[in-house]
């Protein structure tokens, strides 16, 4: 006897749904337990990096459910080598422009390197200034047992964590470069005895960087916390990228993992040669640009 097949059915991020988190109707901030319920309902969702309000304001305008406001921007916003360099206080103003940008989105705050290696009271006070000061609804930090205690403390203390390990590119000096992470058993299994790690410490979600995709999926499986991915295969709950990456505004080249999914780079230089020829020309101001 044979059955016909089941009609597919409608994905949860659709806009059928209120509750999602991508397509959903919800105005209201979303929260950590809307993660939560995500990843109970098997949905993906996107999250992208921002570090102005204007940019954060068009990224919520288009649905995005979380921003993070990354020390990725020492790299692509304050011209910074690495991410290193970024200090509190320059994470903190950036962060109160990106919550001051948006409605919906949950602004998830980066403590920068040095903010919180020292330890749990460290992690404490930098951690509330951001919430206190920029806005943010919670923040981010890099390792896996070695920041449990930081994150039990902050979780305890009433501020959500999302953890981040694989590549933490807050060691760049340590690992010489950005190597993929996760590689051998050895590393492997040290990989998700730091993912259970930050679960049990109770971060709400841990980012996978450069982690190959079948451990990636492995911790995805094994976690009941959604992981984030960015160069981490298909089967994370998330995935992340910097939006200058993504958008095609950074020079030069970019990571494997990233697809650009425009040239903005290209424009942009473009409408700046146009402006310039007009003055130039004598074209720009016009007329109708004149007062009288």
Known sequence: MTHAPKAASRPDSSPANPKALYGGTSSRRIT????????????????????????????????????????????????????????????????????????????????????????????LRNATRLVKEAGVGAVKLEGGERSADQIDLLVRSGIPVMAHIGLTPQSVNAYGGYPVQGRGEEAAQQLLRDAKAVQDAGAFAVVLELVPAELAAEVTRTLHIPTVGIGAGQECDAQVLVWTDMAGMTAG?????????????EVLGDAAKSFADDVVGGLYPAEEHAFH
């Open 32 to 123: 950590v337990r809307d993660i939560a319920a995500a990843k109970g309902r098997g949905e993906k969702w996107p999250m992208l990096t921002a570090y102005d309000a204007m940019t954060a304001s068009v990224f919520d305008e288009s649905g995005i459910p979380v921003l993070l406001v990354g020390d990725s921007m020492g790299n692509c916003h304050l011209g910074y080598d690495s991410t290193v360099p970024v200090t509190m206080d320059e994470i903190a103003l950036l962060s109160a422009a990106v919550v001051r940008g948006t409605k919906r989105a949950l602004i998830v705050g980066d403590l920068p390197f040095g903010s919180y290696q020292e330890g749990s009271v460290q992690a």
């Open 253 to 265: 080249r970019v990571p494997r993992f990233v697809k650009q999914y425009a040239n903005l780079r």
